[in-house]
């Protein structure tokens, strides 16, 4: 089991370079081509209606064949993908980002789903441990590729990555046949029949809030603190990294607090507060080191709340096939909430006006997570009470 937690982390890893690698290639993409801005974007736009594809075609496969099988197709789809991307044509690069954009809807959420299943009795720990492995890929990616641009070339470096994903899913099956070990049961979860589906619209809601602030915040971070604040390349470029490395350190240490300190229901309330008042200062920031605090603290807070909501589902819903349309629905927050907080300080002249929607996503995703709450409590007390009826 360790042995093959161990091969899960690892591609987990490696998706987190993946699904962060587009920013870091699009300047030499873009170059290659010769691409004005707008048709560059529009690789962005192939990686994520790919990945959510994939995430809603990868409910069909996980029904049927169950997480470890759909977490390997999608591997394989981003090994194919990611050597496709390196191509020297322009149309064989775009077929790569959406191939591997696909396998990244099989794989992210199928991913969270398996160790959900394999680690039932410390849930939130081990994905909170799982998305800190993504997190290392995501921040090590773009010093990897820079590094590798130096020296072998990106294209190399490329298909490199490809191939460690095909090592890495042949290897993690090797060991799942070796050890003749079960596909894990997929669980139907505690909820009632007629609660399931607006349990799983709340849940949908709640992770695209989650994932827009993420991405707003991340997104808009360095236009901020170099219009505001008038930092320099490298303090703007720390300041990014600061916000990664906050929620690194924050799902490292989750772990720790889960029932020795903090219930699930604690750490997510506490996360949402936390991110709200880290935005709140950053945006009142009137010098570095206060913005620099406010990153900090909203880097902290967000850190554990989606883990930590992925576990909450996994135990009340099940890890059934709906759970990877729930979890792939995600990337809508990140294609809209950045998208809004541009328009609205356009609008407004002000980018300051702009970062107030995330400050609104994060109010309702409060009140959408209570409701998740709620519905958790009355299914388990209704659980209860169907017991004691039994058992009378």
Not at 39 to 62: C, E, H, M
Not at 206 to 216: K, Q, R, T
Not at 223 to 250: D, E, N, Y
Not at 313 to 340: D, N, Q, R
Request: charged share 10%; net charge positive; hydrophobic share 55%.
């Amino acid at each position: 089991m360790k042995l093959r937690l161990a091969l899960i982390h690892l591609g987990f890893a490696l998706t987190g370079v993946v699904t962060t690698m587009l920013g870091p290639i699009l300047p030499l993409l873009a170059s290659q081509w010769t691409l004005n801005d707008a048709q560059a974007g529009r690789f962005f736009t192939a990686q994520f209606v790919a990945a959510v594809t994939g995430s809603l075609l990868a409910a069909k496969v996980l029904a049927r064949w169950g997480t470890s099988w759909t977490v390997s197709i999608g591997m394989f789809l981003v090994a194919a993908g990611v050597g496709a991307t390196g191509s020297s044509t322009l149309w064989t690069s775009v077929t790569g980002i959406g191939l591997y954009g696909l396998g990244l809807g099989f794989a992210l959420p199928a991913t969270n789903l398996l160790v959900a299943e394999l680690v039932p009795e410390r849930r939130v720990a081990a994905l909170n441990l799982l998305n800190f492995s993504w997190t290392v890929g995501a921040l090590a990616g773009p010093m990897l590729i820079a590094q590798a641009q130096r020296t072998i070339g990106w294209r190399t470096f490329l298909f490199l990555l490809a191939a460690s994903f095909v090592v890495t899913s042949v290897a993690g099956h090797a060991r799942l046949l070796a050890s003749n070990a079960a596909e894990p049961p997929q669980r139907q979860g505690k909820l009632h029949r007629d609660d399931r589906v607006l349990f799983a619209l709340l849940t949908s809601l709640f992770l695209i809030l989650y994932v827009g602030v993420e991405n707003a915040f991340s997104g808009w971070l360095s236009a901020f603190a170099i219009r505001f604040h008038q930092t320099s390349p490298k303090m703007t470029a720390l300041m990014q990294s600061s916000f990664w490395c906050a929620i690194l350190v924050g799902r490292l240490v989750a772990p720790l607090l889960v029932s020795r300190v903090l219930k699930p229901v604690g750490i997510v309330t506490a996360g949402i507060i936390s991110a709200a008042l880290g935005i709140t200062a950053t945006l009142l920031s009137s010098n570095v080191a206060v913005m620099f605090a406010g990153v900090l603290v909203c880097g902290l807070g967000l850190s554990a709340i989606f883990p930590t909501v992925v576990a909450i589902f996994a135990e009340s819903y099940g890890s059934g096939g709906a759970g990877s349309i729930v979890l792939g629905m995600c990337g809508v927050g990140g294609a809209t909430v950045p998208w809004l907080v541009g328009v609205v300080g356009a609008y407004a002249h002000n980018l300051r006006v702009g970062f107030i929607v995330p400050l609104l996503c994060l109010t309702a995703a409060l009140i959408t997570f209570w409701r998740i709450h709620n519905m958790t409590i009355s299914s388990a007390e209704a659980t209860t009470a169907s017991a004691a009826h039994f058992r009378s």
